[in-house]
């Protein structure tokens, strides 16, 4: 409880039999223990009096009683209070009549709550009922009859039926008082209780002849102020002499019961003796008061025996205090008391009621989070009234007990939406008794979802490929990722990461649509500059703060058949003539050249096959159609040309194909001088200049050069004739002479038709048998080149041949 330290003075004034007024105090005990306060009232205010501010009384801020939507739980199913939330002020609502609430039961008092939200706090609040003089004393009966004999002794005693007051105190019967006193007296006797009764003493000698009847006034007076007072006539008939009073054999009869006995259980029996002979001997037997017992016991006028009427109830009455009587046929009477002490079964189930609940929680909430405010009542008592609150098993809630029967359910392990957004939760309330009872109420409480799940993709990367010179705007591929959270927490958004491609951003060859993951192309690709690109897609959810989660995609550009194949051999120059001898002694399969030529595109697109344009029957040259060699095919004869022209096609094996084209010159002769006059044929191609002066100087300058030529070639063969004893092979081919090598073709990552490199030289006398090769850096070879004078040079040149091609 808490200490005094201030009070509160109400004042109620009331009319009462229109002239008297009184002044009600009420007293308010405040204090800081466990948040609880105490208020005493009169009963019988009216609706909208001042009751006490809680605000000022519990050092609360008005604010806090608005904002924590404070509210009052009271045990009772009516509201006698309500709580002013803009001023804390505490008023009736309903009037209070504390008979009706306690009954006989002093001091009268009832129990709330004052439940404030966010955070969750209660606090007591006793409010004790005060009783004002609103009843005066009342007999059950509106007359008392009584018969006596004349023979009645002094002193003989009458009981009278006691009068009711429901108030309690000083507000309740205190006395009763007599009239007129000529022949009786009055006494009165408190019981054990506190109640009080009166009992009716003959002083004087009776005289049936003078008087028959006597008519008596019996008044019972509270002690209010002013008292109240209730009446009751008595009526005394004087019969003949019967001069002995049944007595009972028991002064106080006791006797004991279980509320759920059936109507009809005997209960006890009573008995009294009357020394009386004959007619005045015979006894009867009744109950005298019969306010509460009336409707549950009867007693068997003639043999005493007391049996349940109606239906007991431990809660209700718990126990009964009856006047018994016996009366003999001549008008005495004799008295006892009965008492009847209802036992208590478990008979009522423990009754739960959540004081407040919102059903939902975050799932971050941490441990001891409160969850509910439950309240259990059980209308048993003793160990029938004891019990427990329990929740469901495997749930990560417990239930901790709060001071008044109150209970909260809490939070004692984590909470996780994804596996569990809804708790079906039972609670369960087991009283102690013999059976024990138990109930079940099931609450539904759902789990708030907070952003604590990254979004997750379906694929730890994503491949695709793409063909080269696609549309602008075409789509590629879908990511998709999941994120397990829930609404604005689970929207997720793509974005691609920069990073650089062949030294550009990503994002100048690639967008993304942020809602639906599609990748879109916004450039044209090129194999040929890049054949796959490496990128970094990130899923960000719409939470607050955001979760990202990264995935790599891999676009392979594949290719197209949109290069041509390219002629790297032989050169086509327009300022001078390459031409190929062929010794007209050349056995079938003679190496001539080789045509070498490279596709920038891959794979099949990169396939070359080689092929002569419109070679005629008798052709003395074919080329292979893989590796472009030009070879022989059969002997030479006379008949064939000194000069021969050959076209090849080089196609690659595309869908469709591509082509190139080059012209291979080819003089069939065994001697220096009879190939250097077809020289002149290939360069002038049979074109005649009428200039006779040019001719002549032309003639001197070649017959000059021939002279010097012829001496060269005689050394030379003097000179490498020796080798062929050691090196000889059977055919030797005037080898490809490459005068220019790209840089982008020595090596095409293996889709071009050159692999490696081969540096050689070559020797060739006129006697393609006695022709010899070695390898050796820089590689030089000798040809025949004629300028765009008609003047033919020695010439050195490089040539590259793949791994795969066996030099003959």
């Given at each position: ?64 009683l ?48 004052i ?100 008519l008596?006034?019996?008044?019972a ?38 509320e ?73 009477a ?42 259990v ?6 160990k ?10 495997n ?33 369960t ?43 602008l ?31 550009s ?18 450039r ?6 890049v ?5 970094q ?38 300022g ?58 059969r ?126 030289e ?47």
């Amino acid at each position: 409880m808490l200490d005094v330290d201030g009070e509160h003075v109400f004042k109620l004034r009331q009319s009462w039999n229109l002239s008297s007024r009184f002044t009600i105090l009420l007293f308010c005990l405040m204090g800081a223990v466990n948040g609880q306060i105490r208020y005493s009232i009169p009963e019988e205010l009216k609706p909208g009096l001042f009751v006490g501010d809680v605000v000022k009384d519990l050092g609360l801020d008005v604010k806090r009683l608005v904002s924590g939507k404070a509210r009052l739980v009271i045990d009772d199913s009516k509201q006698y209070l309500e709580l002013n939330r803009n001023n804390g002020n505490l008023v009736v609502k309903e009037r209070m009549d504390r008979e009706e609430i306690c009954g006989q039961k002093s001091p009268c008092s009832f129990g709330l709550e004052i439940l404030l939200e966010n955070p969750l706090e209660f606090f007591s609040v006793t409010i004790e009922i005060e009783d004002i003089n609103d009843h005066a004393p009342a007999f059950s009966k509106k007359e008392i009859n009584l018969e006596t004999s004349e023979w009645a002794p002094i002193g003989t005693v009458f009981l009278l039926d006691a009068a009711t007051d429901p108030d309690v105190g000083l507000n309740t019967l205190q006395s009763y008082s007599l009239k007129p006193t000529d022949h009786f007296s009055l006494k009165q006797h408190n019981r054990a209780d506190g109640s009080k009764y009166a009992e009716m003493v003959l002083q004087n000698p009776l005289d049936r002849e003078k008087h028959s009847q006597h008519l008596l006034i019996l008044t019972a007076v509270d002690g209010g102020n002013p008292p109240r007072s209730g009446t009751v006539q008595i009526v005394i008939n004087v019969l003949d002499a019967n001069d002995n009073l049944p007595v009972f054999t028991e002064t106080l009869y006791k006797a004991s019961v279980q509320e759920n006995i059936a109507p009809g259980t005997f209960i006890i029996k009573i008995s009294a003796t009357d020394e009386d002979e004959g007619h005045n001997g015979n006894v009867t037997y009744s109950f005298t008061n019969m306010e509460e017992a009336h409707q549950v016991f009867i007693v068997n006028a003639k043999n005493g025996e007391v049996r349940l009427s109606g239906n007991l109830d431990y809660e209700v009455v718990h126990h009964y205090e009856i006047n018994l009587q016996a009366k003999d046929h001549g008008g005495l009477a004799g008295t006892s008391k009965l008492v009847i002490d209802v036992l208590d079964v478990n008979d009522n189930h423990p009754i739960i009621a959540l004081t407040s609940f919102s059903g939902k929680i975050q799932e971050d909430s941490p441990h001891g989070t409160v969850v509910a405010l439950i309240s259990v009542q059980d209308l048993d008592s003793g160990k029938n009234g004891n019990f427990n609150l329990n929740v469901n098993q495997n749930v990560p809630f417990t239930i901790k007990q709060s001071p008044r029967k109150y209970y909260t359910l809490v939070t004692n392990g984590a909470l996780d939406r994804e596996k569990n957004p809804i708790f079906n939760l039972t609670l369960t309330a087991t009283d102690e008794g013999t059976p024990p009872l138990s109930k079940e109420k099931t609450v539904l409480l759902e789990i708030i979802d907070v952003n604590d799940n990254a979004p997750s993709f379906s694929k730890n990367e994503y491949r695709t490929q793409i063909v080269e010179n696609n549309s602008l705007g075409v789509s590629i591929i879908k990511v998709q990722a999941n994120d397990a959270d829930k609404g604005q927490n689970a929207r997720i958004t793509y974005s691609l990461l920069e990073s650089e491609v062949s030294g550009s951003s990503v994002s100048t060859y690639f967008s993304i649509n942020a809602d639906s993951g599609i990748l879109y192309a916004i450039r044209s690709f090129d194999y040929e500059q890049v054949k796959e690109f490496k990128m970094q897609v990130q899923a960000q959810d719409g939470g607050s703060p955001p979760l990202r989660s990264n995935v790599t995609i891999f676009v392979n550009v594949q290719d197209q058949n949109d290069n041509a194949p390219q002629i790297l051999y032989p050169v086509q120059t327009s300022g001078s003539v390459v031409a190929e001898m062929v010794p007209r002694s050349a056995d079938v399969g003679y190496l001539v050249t080789k045509v070498v030529a490279v596709d920038v595109d891959s794979g099949q697109n990169a396939w070359l096959s080689y092929k002569l344009h419109n070679p005629t029957d008798r052709a003395l040259f074919d080329v292979g159609l893989q590796n472009g060699e030009i070879r022989t095919v059969r002997k030479v004869t006379d008949k064939d040309a000194v000069k021969q022209k050959l076209t090849v096609v080089v196609e690659d094996n595309g869908q469709p194909s591509r082509s190139a084209t080059v012209n291979v010159n080819v003089v069939v002769a065994d001697t220096f001088p009879e190939v250097l006059s077809e020289f002149t044929d290939f360069t002038h191609d049979k074109e005649y200049n009428d200039n006779l002066t040019f001719y002549l100087v032309l003639a001197l300058a070649v017959v000059s050069f021939l002279f010097i030529m012829s001496i060269i070639a005689i050394l030379s063969v003097k000179c490498y004739r020796w080798r062929r004893e050691r090196m000889f092979y059977k055919s030797g081919a005037n080898l490809p002479v490459i005068p220019y090598y790209p840089p982008l073709y020595t090596d095409v990552g293996g889709t071009g038709t050159l692999q490696h490199i081969y540096n050689y030289e070559a020797y060739r006398t006129t006697d393609s048998r006695k022709s010899d090769r070695k390898y050796s850096r820089p590689p030089t070879e000798s040809i025949i080149n004629l300028d765009t004078d008609g003047t033919p040079t020695l010439t050195h040149a490089f040539i590259g041949r793949p791994a795969s091609s066996a030099l003959q």
